[in-house]
């Protein structure tokens, strides 16, 4: 393979990537695009003159939901983790009884459509009155993480070999902090890979957003993009900025951690 | 997310993390077993492993298990805004699912909901395999390209599904005007009722691809080079390698793949919801569109029909599920 590498087979990885990523130059060329200039034919293939206009309404209009959506994601994060690394634990190393059953559960839960899941959670919340509140969002939009922060947990941890938690309890740790002191360190990259899936996860929900929290003072960005559209159908540069502005944080994230996450899914921690 | 998530999934959405969460679960189980037998009767350990799993167990009770059971209580009580609000629905068993099966929105959801599922995976399927295969070959800028390809992943997916909702506008649309050079005529791809369902077909499966791309890449890697080396030696091309050692030894891979693209596939609403709204009419209304039309998408909410469709739509993501995990089983098996 190394041998020889064509010239050709690069050029045409480039032009298919070109390919794959035109609806994503697309977006940020139209956010950038005059709004007399939107509706010209053909249409403007790069934004000559670019203007900010759509930056700036942006930031004037949607830092609320932009606060918003960091709020639910970091919420979602907490709460993942709270639940899912004690589980994890529990299933890996502590041979819980009837943990394969609780396996296939969450195997099973993962299959349930978001659709199914937001009816139920909007006539449960609608009788507790947690409709419209960034909480009942947080809960809601746990649910698409926690059984995959459980299964990947469990993954994991029951690779860490059993001489590291032998030598923990021969010094006196109890499961307690045996789990705190030791297989959480250990766990750390996949904490990391399960705190970025649960923030984007729940960054970029539309579904449980526009259910059970569409009259809610503080939206978050993806209802702000969605109910944007709907009142404004001519501006669409400040729709595709404001949908530029939303991918920032996923892009980030993955761009800064992509090491970590594949560290995380594939390598054992006991080095570092 | 796909992402999926995977995902994924997932997310994707979302959508690949979706993927991860469908390869690694089993393997867990598997150091249990053997522990399980020395230690009988409850221990002081097993008192602590469930202690440490108890807030799951709450969860999953109180967060999955309880809105399910009221989504089933949705479907057999007929539910309006008022019987909603005073607690006092009627209980019509059945009913709700006879409607639901009678409607004329019945058979073009089915029919949609097939042709949408099967021609999404379809193509994501076979673009991936391909990306894959190309990408393996190893070439100057591979790996920075193949990340690249990740992008249309990560993305929420209000974000894609509007930017190809402004591709695809019938009169700025950038597809209309390349197409307009090249002398055809205008498409009206998002309000025509004859190419609705092909527009949010075409947008899923360009979300899908990444996923399938990362899973049969990683499935790819698993193939060790050396069965390849041997049948350069025996004078295979490369169309030959493919379809006598690729193909075959990538089988449970793509049973794999095929089978979560389908579960999720079937789930997807964002991105129809976003381009067409399941219309004009009923032109691209899936049944979880159908779904979540009737508890959310109009101003009147009917949520006990929606809830019969939600719960046909989970028998058959479980059907599907449950194959899944039948097909994983053996794999792990052999």
């Keep these: 393979m190394t041998a020889r590498r064509p010239l050709w087979k690069t050029v045409l990885g480039v032009v298919l990537t070109a390919l794959m990523l035109f609806p994503v ?7 950038l695009t005059q709004t007399s200039d939107l509706r010209s034919d053909p249409p403007h293939w790069f934004p000559w003159e670019p203007t900010f206009e759509g930056y700036q309404a942006v930031f004037g209009q949607q830092l609320p939901a ?11 994060v907490v709460l993942t983790l709270v639940i899912a690394a004690p589980a994890g634990y529990a299933l890996a190393l502590l041979n819980l009884r009837g943990g394969r059953t609780l396996n296939f559960l969450l195997l099973v839960a993962q299959m349930v459509p978001a659709v199914v899941m937001a009816m139920g959670f ?3 919340y609608n009788s507790l009155g947690l409709l419209n509140t960034v909480g009942g969002l947080i809960v809601a939009d746990s649910t698409i993480a926690v059984p995959f922060g459980v299964l990947l947990f469990t993954a994991f941890m029951s690779g860490i070999p059993r001489e590291l938690l032998q030598a923990a309890r021969v010094d006196g740790a109890g499961a307690w902090r045996t789990f705190w ?3 959480l360190p250990v766990s750390r990259n996949s904490a990391l890979t399960v705190s970025l899936f649960a923030f984007l996860w729940a960054w970029s929900d539309f579904i449980f957003a526009s259910t059970l929290n569409r009259n809610g003072d503080l939206v978050p960005i993806t209802l702000g993009i969605y109910n944007y559209i709907g009142n404004n159908t001519t501006q669409w540069n400040a729709i595709m900025a404001t949908a530029v502005v939303a991918s920032v944080p996923a892009a980030v994230l993955l761009v800064v951690a992509q090491r970590h996450v594949a560290a995380g899914v594939t390598a054992g921690a006991v080095k570092d | 997310m796909t992402s999926t998530p995977a995902t994924v999934g997932t997310r994707g959405t979302h959508p690949g993390p979706r993927g991860a969460a469908g390869t690694v679960p089993a393997a867990p ?3 249990a077993a053997p522990a399980r037998r020395r230690h009988r009767g409850p221990s002081a350990s097993q008192w602590a492993a469930v202690g440490f799993a108890a807030p799951l167990l709450v969860y999953l009770v109180v967060f999955y298990a309880y809105p399910l059971w009221r989504n089933i209580d949705l479907s057999v009580h007929d539910y309006t805004i008022r019987a909603f609000v005073q607690g006092n629905a009627e209980f019509v068993g059945f009913e709700n699912y006879a409607e639901v099966f009678s409607s004329s929105t019945f058979p073009t959801a089915l029919v949609n909901t097939v042709l949408f599922t099967f021609v999404s995976i379809v193509f994501q399927f076979a673009a991936g395999l391909a990306l894959a295969v190309f990408f393996r070959s190893g070439f100057r800028l591979s790996s ?11 993305l929420p997916l209000i974000v894609s599904a509007s930017t190809w909702s402004w591709m695809l506008n019938s009169d700025n649309g950038i597809v209309n005007s390349v197409l307009g050079a090249f002398g055809l005529e205008q498409i009206n791809w998002l309000t025509s009722p004859d190419t609705a369902l092909l527009s949010v077909t075409i947008a899923n499966i360009w979300l899908g691809i990444p996923f399938n791309l990362v899973i049969l890449y990683s499935g790819l890697q698993n193939i060790p080079g050396e069965v390849y080396e041997a049948s350069s030696l025996d004078g295979a091309g490369p169309w030959r390698q493919f379809w006598s050692i690729t193909f075959p030894l990538l089988r449970p891979v793509s049973l794999i793949t095929l089978l979560l693209g389908l579960i999720y596939t079937l789930k997807v609403v964002d991105v129809i919801w976003i381009m067409t709204t399941g219309g004009p009419g009923d032109a691209s209304t899936t049944f979880a569109i159908w779904s979540y039309r009737e508890a959310f998408g109009t101003g009147q909410p009917d949520f006990s029909p929606a809830a019969a469709v939600g719960n046909i739509l989970i028998l058959i993501a479980l059907v599907f599920g449950f194959l899944h995990l039948q097909l ?5 098996a052999s």
């Design chain 1, 181 to 183: 002191s030791v297989v």
């Design chain 2, 29 to 31: 189980a598997a150091p």
């Design chain 1, 25 to 31: 130059y697309w977006l940020v060329n139209v956010s």
């Design chain 1, 66 to 76: 932009l606060g918003t959506s960091l709020l639910v994601g970091f919420g979602c």
């Design chain 1, 122 to 124: 909007y006539a449960v």
């Design chain 2, 328 to 332: 994983q089983r053996r794999q792990e």
């Design chain 2, 144 to 154: 920075t390209l193949r990340a690249m390809f990740l992008v249309p992943w990560l």
